[in-house]
Every structure is written in structure tokens, then in C-alpha cells.
T-cell receptor, first 111, second 115 residues
């Protein structure tokens, strides 16, 4: 399968704690993206990091990329109950138009 | 950004029947994609909908089972044919540009249950 892997598969934390999700991919990439999905609905784009970038921030989100290890991580700081969702990484290889999605992490943030 | 209207949002269908899902975008886009998300799973690309030509299917998906139309740059349909309970999934359409800095936009999905 071309699908990437994510860990953990599920993560349960308390409000205010940080949540870290990891993603690995299999081929060289042009960029890697993170998406959020609430309750099996449409995906919402969170952040994109290019292959020549190592770290990117957006509000409470921090993404890192290690192309030598073919891995990325998403950190959500000071989590809120509203962050409860599934999070997916998606890699785009060079010359491709399609995204390859990871298995996803289900995050539950408890008040 | 792009706003995508996908319908129906959900349906319960009898096995052996077909369902057509519609995807309407608020702007002209080159690339449109159809994904399947089986229960508790990630997204799997079914096909790329090409305007003016036949769709490009991924391994494991065939035109007879998932016929796709793309009559113009803002609209596409996916039909799930001769359904079985194994087709129960969320089906999502997506649009995106081409290039290194491109994000994808998704419709809200169609939750299909086959009984």
C-alpha cells in the first residue's frame, strides 16, 4: 500500500495539554500537508510544509518535517475540547497530482 | 480557496441499486478527485475526474463500478453501481491546483449505507 503511517492511532488528553501526532511516508515528497476531519465529514486543510522546510507554525499548530527519516509531526499546543477530531497527514510526491493520506490519528480532548 | 457543494450528504440504499453523488465547485478547477473512506479508515483515491475525457482510475477501482462524469470545470458526478454492503463508506470529492504549494479542498462528504 502507498498509504503512510501515523501514530498514535488514538490519543486522549485533557484540555490544556499538548498533543503530538507523528506521520511517516514512503516516497520522496514535494510537500506534506495536515488535515483535520470532524465526525466523518469533509477534511479541512490545516498546514502545508514544503520539502525544503523543516518547521512551520500556524497559531497553536507546529509542524516539523524530517525528509531524511521521511517523517513529520504535528503538535497542537494548549489543546481545547473543540480540537477533538481525526487528523491526517497527506504527502504529495514530485510530479504527482495526487495526495497520499496517512492512516490518521483520532484525538479526544477532555474538558 | 474553493467552496464545494456535495450531495446528497447521506443516503441509505438497497443492495443492487446505484447512487449518483454530485460535486459542484464555486470556481473553475483543473483537478477534481473522488475518494472513498471506509468506516474508521483513511482516504483512498478512487479516481481523478478529467474534463472532456475519461476519468483516471486508481488500482482496485474500475469504471463499471464507479462511473464518473466531468462535463465542465465546475461539476462532477460519481456513481456507485450495483451496490453491496461493502460499499458502505463516506465518499468525498476534492479539488486542488497543481504545483508545490497547493492544498486540497473537500466537500462535506456523502455517507452511504447499503442495506
Amino acid at each position: 500500500s502507498q498509504q503512510g503511517e501515523e501514530d498514535p492511532q488514538a490519543l486522549s488528553i485533557q484540555e490544556g495539554e499538548n498533543a503530538t501526532m507523528n506521520c511517516s511516508y514512503k516516497t520522496s515528497i514535494n510537500n506534506l500537508q495536515w488535515y483535520r476531519q470532524n465526525s466523518g465529514r469533509g477534511l479541512v486543510h490545516l498546514i502545508l510544509i514544503r520539502s525544503n522546510e523543516r518547521e512551520k507554525h500556524s497559531g497553536r499548530l507546529r509542524v516539523t518535517l524530517d525528509t531524511s527519516k521521511k517523517s513529520s509531526s504535528l503538535l497542537i499546543t494548549a489543546s481545547r475540547a473543540a480540537d477533538t477530531a481525526s487528523y491526517f497527514c497527506a504527502s504529495r510526491g514530485p510530479g504527482y497530482n495526487k495526495l497520499i493520506f496517512g492512516a490518521g490519528t483520532r484525538l479526544a480532548v477532555h474538558p | 480557496s474553493a467552496v464545494i457543494s456535495q450531495k446528497p450528504s447521506r443516503d441509505i440504499c438497497q443492495r443492487g441499486t446505484s447512487l449518483t453523488i454530485q460535486c459542484q465547485v464555486d470556481s473553475q478547477v483543473t483537478m477534481m478527485f473522488w475518494y472513498r473512506q471506509q468506516p474508521g479508515q483513511s482516504l483512498t483515491l478512487i479516481a481523478t475526474a478529467n474534463q472532456g475525457s475519461e476519468a483516471t482510475y486508481e488500482s482496485g477501482f474500475v469504471i463499471d463500478k464507479f462511473p464518473i462524469s466531468r462535463p465542465n470545470l465546475t461539476f462532477s458526478t460519481l456513481t456507485v453501481s450495483n451496490m453491496s454492503p461493502e460499499d458502505s463508506s463516506i465518499y468525498l470529492c476534492s479539488v486542488e491546483g497543481v504545483g508545490a504549494g497547493t492544498e486540497a479542498f473537500f466537500g462535506q462528504g456523502t455517507r452511504l449505507t447499503v442495506v
